[in-house]
């Protein structure tokens, strides 16, 4: 786990706030460390959702910030990326390291502060937040800084929620006496094995900071939409659909979340580069040959595919729905969607009896298109 080093309080607080944070990570570091290993038996979520994002890639640079005991640092490990992990408490990277160390894992280990960090900037194809952002004192600058070190086109991918929203809003405090009365216990202490006096404690740290003080996940969506971040997308986590009774009728209570976005390929004004993107890196062993480019190109040469993917770039869709944009028949769409798919440019996924398309890489093909034009523009 790791937090920042600033307060809106003044500078002074702020560091009393970080030397409590910091102690109570050290203290409970071997309780957190304790289901470690249990959890690295069911870590196949890591790799689909890996996979959903940079389809048949490896050699990712990763960097897992507020890494805790080591488990998504270890997960992606395992599947050949190269990954620095990094955390304030030294005791969480003591467990980490030994994690890793057990499973024959070569992971660059840091102690460094999330708000002041020593990491590259333009580096990672992908940055992961793990229950950290709820324990950021200015979650914004923080994120600013962590987007910085993305490269053009990588991924953040937050996991995050709702834990001390009950000590704010009446509809997470009877979600929470819910939990209580069911087991005893808050439900974010039954999750992570916390006691009861743990949690108290918990509650008082992190309880008034920013995050805390919002509902996510559109708390967070909205920053991220300022930060000019692209391609969100938002998954509830919760093992339990929770939901209360109000004025707006059923309404559901997400206490845990994701947010995965984009970092775009050209710079908030969309006149150029935001940077230097290269992939080569994500499929080295497998190069591009002079007729695999050919055969993409070839696929890009029909009008109507053109049409396909700029529709598919608003989203997922199905065949009739493209087949009535595009004024094609079901039957020549599905022909030019297949051939599209054949590329790598298009893929699918099965919704119970529908099949939802959508772009491989919404940045990619974004680009691309948008580079093409630009040829024609300067000739």
Partial sequence: MTMVSENPNGPDTGKDIQ???L???????DTLNRDTDGELLHNRWVSERLNDLFPNAHNLRIADIGTGTGFLAISFAQLGHKVTATDLSTK????????????GLDIEFLQDDAEDTRLPPDTFDLISLRDVLYSFIDPLKTLIGIIGLLRPGGFLMISDGNYFRYLHDPSYSR???YFRMRDGIGEYCSMCGFSVEEGNRLAELFGNLEKSRHTGPGWETDLLLKKSMNNIRIRCDDPLDYHQLDEHGRMQ??????????????????TGPSGRFDKSHLYSGQRTTSDELAHCFTALSDENRI???????????????LAGSVGL?????SYHLNVLKDVGLVGSEKDGRTVRYSVSDEGAVEYLLRAVSGVFKIR
């Fill in 175 to 177: 979600r929470e006496d």
């Fill in 253 to 270: 209570v997400p206490f845990r979340y994701s947010v995965i976005c984009q970092k775009p390929y050209y710079g908030p004004d969309g």
């Fill in 23 to 29: 102690d109570f990570w050290d203290s409970c570091s």
């Fill in 307 to 321: 049409r396909l993917l700029e529709h598919l770039l608003g989203g997922h869709t199905t065949v009739s729905e």
């Fill in 92 to 103: 969480m990277l003591d467990h980490a390291r030994n994690n890793a160390v057990k499973r």
């Fill in 329 to 333: 028949s079901v039957n020549k769409t």
């Fill in 19 to 21: 030397r409590e944070i």
